[in-house]
Structure formats: structure tokens, C-alpha cells
């Protein structure tokens, strides 16, 4: 049976994929956090019986990180775990670099040195808000632009990887404050939604279409 590691598990394309993937029949092992509601996972893992999902509480460290990559032997990896801060404080910063920088990193290493090399990992669009090239938007793209620079130099000493841009993700049960949820709130309530005047672009991929693309 084929394997499949995933990070960002319980975020609301990452439960989309983890069900892709058991439809499939991908056993596949997701890396969560000690705090982690694992509900959401359980309930996914019971419309696939025969098909394992296997949950590993990652302790923050790098010797955890690379026990769980040795047990969950992927054949492929998705890296959709993240901080995502719009604007930041001071006392964000060490967050910030240690979700989206130095957590991956240990991702990246442990994936190399356990020579399970296909990798799949998510961006950003604030990582580009000006252009095709690279300028980040804010602290957070900074932080995922700075990843992606490390995912290059691992990709040229022998991993085997690709990056998904996305602007964002809407879809049912969605309970992020975005702006699809806001619409259908606004509607189902008949009140109005206060918007920006200005004109601003924006780029909605349904979640399944990126767990589940044509």
C-alpha cells in the first residue's frame, strides 16, 4: 500500500487532502501538534476503515520529527503546516520563524537523511503580491519565501520537489474569517456586509479542487 506524510492535517484544505488520500487508499500518517483536536481526523479516518491513518504527535523537536518520518515511511509528503499572521507583533517573530522556516527545515532534513525524497509543499500568494517574482507581503510570506529558498537547496542535493501556490481556499464549513463565509452569512442573515471601496483582486480555488484536481 502506498504511503503519504501530511503536515497541516486539520487545516481546511489539509483535511480535504487527508480524505483524498484515504479515498484512494494512501495509508498516510499525519504529523500534529501535542494540542491538536484530533476529532475532525478520527471522523475522515472512519468513512475509509480499511485504510489506515495513522495520527504522530510531533513534540516540537528535531529527534521526534525524524522517528515520525522513519516510522511513516512516505513514498510522498505534503507540507501544508503554517503560521499565518496578516500583521505581526514582536513577540510573533520566533513563532513565525519556527512554524514556517525551522519546523519545515527539520522536515526537509529528516525527509533527505531517511531517503524518502518526494515532496509536495504550499505557498503562498503573499509571497508574490506585487509580481511573478518574489516580494512578500508581510512577515509571513517573508517566512514562506524564506522556506522555499531552504525547499531549493534541498531539491538540488536530492529531493524531489514541487511548490502549490495558492491565493486561498473556500468550500462548506469553512469557519475561518474569510471573506466566502462573511458572504453567506450576510446572506442567509440579510444584512449587509461592509466591503473595501477599493478594487481588489483575488483568486478562490474550491478546497476540493486542490485536494482533487482534474
Known sequence: MRR???TGSTSFPGLALVARL???????????????????????????????LH?????????????????????????????????HV??????LIASNIAFGTHLLDALQRSGFVNI???????????????????LYAATKEAFATILAH????????????LFDTYGPGDRRPKLVPALVSALEAGTPLPLPLEEVTIDLTYRDDVAWPC
Open 90 to 95: 514582536a513577540e510573533d517573530i520566533d513563532s
Open 154 to 165: 534541498y531539491a538540488d542535493t536530492g529531493l524531489a520537489a514541487t511548490t502549490v501556490i
Open 55 to 87: 495520527l504522530h504527535r510531533h513534540d516540537g523537536g528535531a529527534a521526534s520529527l525524524h522517528r515520525i518520518v522513519a516510522a511513516a515511511r512516505p513514498d510522498v509528503t505534503f507540507h501544508l503546516a503554517g503560521l499565518y499572521l496578516r500583521e
Open 22 to 52: 484515504l479515498a484512494e487508499g494512501i495509508e498516510t500518517d499525519a504529523v500534529i501538534r501535542p494540542s491538536t483536536r484530533t476529532s475532525p481526523l478520527e471522523a475522515i479516518a472512519r468513512r475509509t476503515p480499511s485504510v489506515p
Open 4 to 6: 503519504a506524510l501530511v
Open 120 to 138: 509536495v509543499n504550499v505557498g503562498s500568494f503573499a509571497q508574490f503580491f506585487a509580481g511573478a517574482t518574489p516580494r512578500p507581503l508581510n
